[in-house]
């Protein structure tokens, strides 16, 4: 079974300061995803990381993926409060690209 | 911009009564998803579609739940006999290719939340 775990699970900082999730399995998966939810709406893909040690950048978002394809992180630059919500690492299998989900982090920026 | 809809978004049902989730994928794309979220836990895979069969199937699918795409643009899941534990959000999700890109991401729907009481 290939299971993905998030840490921290809640994470409440304030505007400005900087964090950091992280994403672990014992997996390999082919790929490994980013996605943000709101409340009572779907995921909305934020990156995909593809290669071991890939480095991708989105604004104030920096997203890692590990040498060995099994752990990710996304670090957030000067929070803002329109960062708030659910954060979600995913793994891309090799079986027709089902997508495995983490549990998420629930952050929360306050101002 | 092309989205994958879901109908209705919320759904109430007496326990034992059969349900039918509807989603509409984005018009040219080949594989199709269904994800169920239970309130406060991970989205979780249901099952695959591709090629009018299914591709792949979690230990949730079970024989109470089918899926079929009657017209070429539906694509729905079918709970037969509904328990009080199939409340959740129950997500669509549509691919366009399995090609190997960072960009061919697979694109989830609003949702249906489904009540069974």
């Known amino acids: 079974t290939q299971l993905l775990e998030q840490s921290p699970q809640f994470l409440s900082i304030q505007e400005g300061e900087n964090l950091t999730v992280y994403c672990n399995s014992s997996?390999?998966?082919?790929?490994l995803q980013w996605y943000r939810q709101e409340p009572g709406e779907g995921p909305v893909l934020l990156v995909t990381?593809?290669?071991?040690?890939e480095v991708k950048k989105l604004k104030r978002l920096t997203f890692q993926f590990g040498d060995a394809r099994k752990d990710s992180s996304l670090h957030i630059t000067a929070a803002q409060t329109g960062d708030t919500g659910l954060y979600l690492c995913?793994?891309?299998?090799?079986?027709?690209?089902?997508?495995?989900f983490g549990p998420g982090t629930s952050l929360s920026v306050i101002p | 911009e092309p989205e994958v809809t879901q109908t209705p978004s919320h759904q109430v049902t007496q326990m034992g009564q059969e349900v039918i989730l509807r989603c509409v994928p984005i018009?040219?794309?080949?594989?199709f998803y269904w994800y169920r979220q239970i309130l406060g836990q991970k989205v979780e895979f249901l099952v695959s579609?591709?090629?009018?069969?299914?591709?792949?199937k979690s230990e949730i699918f079970d024989d109470q739940f089918s899926v079929e795409r009657p017209d070429g643009s539906n694509f729905t899941l079918k709970i037969r006999s509904t328990k009080l534990e199939d409340s959740a959000m129950y997500f669509c999700?549509?691919?366009?290719?399995?090609?190997?890109?960072?960009?061919?991401?697979?694109?989830f729907g609003p949702g249906t939340r489904l009540t069974v009481l």
């Open positions: 999700a549509s691919r366009k290719s399995l090609a190997a890109s960072s960009y061919n991401e697979q694109f």
């Open positions: 997996s390999v998966f082919s790929s």
């Open positions: 990381v593809v290669t071991g040690g």
């Open positions: 995913a793994g891309v299998t090799t079986s027709y690209d089902k997508v495995i």
């Open positions: 018009s040219n794309h080949l594989y």
């Open positions: 579609f591709y090629n009018n069969e299914i591709s792949e």
